[in-house]
């Protein structure tokens, strides 16, 4: 049987009619979906000719347009997307590098446009890093479908991944070295003929030899100009086809216009030439975007240093023995054995053995933390004294370091209102340039025409907003770089703007000003019951909950007593059913006991129920230390002119006593859920206010306070409903992070101060033709350098 052959390629098709191109009004069949993509490219660039005078067949396409789409698909794969894909329910979440943005206006246009996808939830694009943050819902749209409209206008994305990232930027470093190496070997030459040409003006140079010169600096410009200008020229076409404007939009029309008039006028043996100000403004743009993309680097390394402290191997453990495996090919369940002074290869529960861990990587803290069997251990951190099993509980996407650096992603994408106001003033700044450019052409063309075209040249080079569009981006990703250091992940926009407006802090008590690991103290027990057995079923019904206090009934667990119909009534504690008897631990309200007002600890009562009433079984005296940085913490936010108060569940006078030693006057203790959010309410109306908290009962107040934080060791609701969270456990971090939050605040304020009064300044001037060309390249690249300049002094920061 003989098959019918590809109009493109003329090989078999072996598909039937499953890719067909319509030429010249005919059904043309292809061979496959490659064939199909360019020869429909062909059609619509009207490029039909080509089918009509070819001499050959076109190459078979498999390896042209569907490699594209080929890559681009294989990122659906399950497989694949377990590295950098983060999944919850069915929204899915993932970090691209983005190669080719260049301004904030770059960044604008590539949220606008993915947004338009049908299913994509978020889109943010941080021009200083390159990288985007994207969610979608899996369910309406691929991650296919996302790289190829980032791919449609222009620009090269792919998921972020720490090694071909740092490939990829050496290699660009490399290539934007050469240009910037070459733009400035041929500004030294040509500002060489061009000083003979400028003491020309004064002695009379020879024709010949001007002529001379200006053949030369052409010859010397003009690789500038093609090779090393390159990057405005595409950033230009891009946003220009997309229907924008951005500031390489006015850098390629100076550039091009300025060149284009010195070789005509080099040609021509008449006018004047400005071959040294094309290479020098050139020179000086990309000795900015240098400095700018060292900046970029030296802010994101934080990040790209948590995701190398995961180990690539680990110990897998069998029924027979253990093996060395590559850290990727883990599954979850999976135990694996950890040496002392080795990394933890996976997050997972320490099944044997008892060591303490080193979370510096984490949290900051160099004292290793205990670790016996039961508790959390996380990839990346080292394992200090014992060898110790673990069983894997999470693996890629899903572990505590690819989230912190997921959300240091968000904070650093996420941009404050004074950053939004900064972009949307470079988009339109862009656009009143050219016109008053225009409009300086026109006047001039009639005052002195002669001047006109330098003078206009002037203004697009002066007024280029390269450090309007950088006084922002800089500024947060230095910021959030510094908040890592220190163990602070923001979940929320707006943070930096919040943090320095906060005048009240309301402190939970336990597991916030308190140290929140709790022990028992004094055993009470009424009855005939034993206080073994009583131990046994408040760890029974604690076995579910995150709170601090169940971590205390924690070692009393007896595996034969398992409480059914288990029920958290959030604010007073829990109910339950063990061994058909229904069971109640929590507060006095809840178990029906009387409080004596005058105790200063903390209580937990044990109660069955009998008949309709509870009946009291035991009282558990609840110990609790204090944090050794929370006095220290609340005189330091009173010195910063805050208030302080405590809302705390416990309704005993432990919460006066804790107070009493904090030096904290405002107290309420005993409040419900509902009762703490309507607290934070009423103090909103007057201030600005600021929720500390830990556990499910918190909730949300967090949701509703001003700012809410969340303490590293609180429960997984907690830390959601927070914007920030202090993974070291330390109080004292937060009024450090007030302090950075103000600098942050001050650097933004001080880089629009400048652009923006630079650019007020060298307008006038520039305009009435008091600014030659080179003169407006250097202060352009100053006004630049000193914005990213004054951002890094975050960095240097000591904290």
């Not at 794969?77 to 770059?106: K, M, Y």
């Not at 390629?252 to 008039?261: D, F, N, P, Q, V």
């Not at 981006?473 to 943070?495: D, M, Q, S």
Request: net charge negative.
């Amino acid at each position: 049987m003989t098959h019918p052959s590809c109009f493109h390629c003329n090989e078999p098709v072996l598909t039937g009619t499953q890719f067909v191109t319509r030429i010249n009004d005919r059904d043309e069949l292809m061979c496959c979906p490659g064939c199909q993509a360019v020869s429909q490219a062909i059609v619509d660039a009207g490029l039909l000719s080509y089918y009509k005078f070819r001499t050959e067949p076109g190459s078979k396409q498999t390896a042209l347009v569907p490699v594209a789409l080929t890559q681009f698909s294989a990122y659906d794969l399950p497989e694949v997307q377990q590295d950098f894909v983060h999944s919850v329910d069915n929204i899915e979440s993932v970090s691209l590098s983005i190669d080719g943005i260049t301004c904030a206006a770059c960044a604008w246009l590539i949220e606008h446009k993915v947004k338009q996808l049908a299913g994509v939830s978020q889109v943010l694009v941080n021009s200083t890093t390159q990288r985007a943050m994207i969610s979608w819902d899996k369910r309406a749209v691929k991650l296919s479908d996302i790289l190829g409209q980032i791919s449609r206008i222009g620009y090269q994305a792919a998921p972020y991944q720490v090694d071909e990232q740092e490939r990829s930027s050496k290699q660009n470093s490399r290539k934007f070295l050469l240009r910037l190496g070459l733009a400035g070997f041929a500004t030294m030459q040509v500002m060489m003929f061009a000083l003979a040409l400028y003491t020309g003006y004064f002695t009379d140079l020879d024709v010949q030899y001007r002529d001379y010169f200006r053949w030369v600096s052409m010859i010397f410009a003009t690789p500038v100009v093609l090779y090393s200008a390159q990057p405005f020229y595409f950033s230009a076409i891009r946003t220009l086809l997309s229907g924008k404007l951005n500031m390489d939009v006015s850098v390629s029309i100076a550039i091009g216009g300025a060149y284009t008039a010195s070789c005509f006028a080099t040609v021509n043996g008449t006018g004047e030439v400005y071959f040294e100000s094309v290479s020098m403004f050139t020179f000086f743009l990309l000795l900015g975007r240098y400095f700018e993309q060292k900046a970029r680097q030296k802010a994101s390394v934080s990040s790209s240093n948590l995701h190398k402290l995961v180990p690539l191997t680990a110990h897998l453990v069998t029924e027979n023995a253990q093996e060395e495996v590559p850290a990727k090919k883990l599954r979850l369940d999976d135990v694996i054995l950890v040496k002392p002074g080795e990394m933890v290869a996976a997050d997972g529960v320490v099944i044997e053995g008892h060591t303490s861990i080193n979370e510096a990587m984490l949290t900051g803290e160099q004292m290793p933390i205990e670790k016996p069997v039961t508790s959390q251990v996380y990839a990346g951190t080292i394992n200090v004294e014992q060898p110790i099993k673990v069983k894997v509980t999470a693996l890629g996407q899903d572990q505590l370091v690819a989230e912190i650096i997921r959300l240091q992603e968000l904070a650093s994408n996420t941009k404050p209102a004074i950053a939004l106001l900064a972009d949307k003033l470079s988009r339109y700044f862009s656009g009143t340039i050219l016109t008053i450019a225009t409009i300086t052409y026109l006047v001039w063309l009639q005052i002195s025409p002669e001047d006109a075209f330098w003078v206009t040249l002037s203004v697009l080079v002066a007024t280029c907003p390269c450090a309007l569009a950088l006084a922002t981006p800089t500024a947060v990703t230095c910021a959030t770089a510094i908040f890592t250091r220190l163990g602070i992940i923001t979940r929320k926009a707006g943070v930096f703007e919040k943090l320095p407006q906060i005048k009240h802090v309301v402190f939970d008590k336990t597991g916030t000003l308190t140290c929140g690991t709790l022990s028992l103290g004094q055993i009470a027990c009424y009855g005939d019951i034993a206080q073994d057995k009583a131990l046994a079923i408040a760890a029974a019904l604690e076995s579910g909950s995150r709170h601090p206090i169940a971590n205390a009934f924690a070692p009393y667990a007896d595996s034969r007593l398992v409480a059914e119909q288990v029920h958290h009534e959030v604010g007073f504690g829990i109910k339950g059913i063990i061994e058909g008897v229904e069971y109640r631990i929590g507060n006095a309200h809840f178990t029906g006991a009387k409080v004596d007002n005058s105790l200063t600890l903390q209580q937990i009562w044990l109660a069955r129920l009998n008949g309709e009433l509870p009946e009291l079984i035991a009282c558990f005296d609840i110990q609790d230390n204090i944090r050794v940085d929370s006095k220290v913490t609340v005189e330091t936010l009173k010195q910063q002119g805050c208030l302080v108060s405590i809302a705390s569940g416990d309704s005993s006078m432990h919460v006066h006593q804790l107070a009493k030693e904090l030096g904290i006057e405002d107290v309420h203790s005993g409040l419900t859920p509902a009762d703490k959010l309507a607290l934070v309410t009423e103090l909103q109306k007057s201030t600005q206010v600021a929720m500390f908290g830990d556990g499910i009962n918190d909730a949300p107040v967090l949701a509703g306070a001003d700012l809410s934080v969340a303490m590293g060791s609180g429960s997984a609701i907690a830390k959601n409903s927070a914007d920030l969270i202090l993974l070291g456990d330390h109080l004292s971090r937060f009024t450090q992070a007030v302090a950075v939050a103000k600098l942050t605040t001050q650097i933004i304020r001080q880089n629009l101060a400048w652009a923006l009064g630079y650019n007020a300044l060298i307008l006038p001037l520039a305009v009435t033709g008091h600014v030659a060309p080179y003169i407006a390249a250097i202060g352009m690249s100053a006004s630049s350098l000193i914005v990213v300049g004054n951002s890094l002094r975050l960095l240097r920061v000591k904290v």
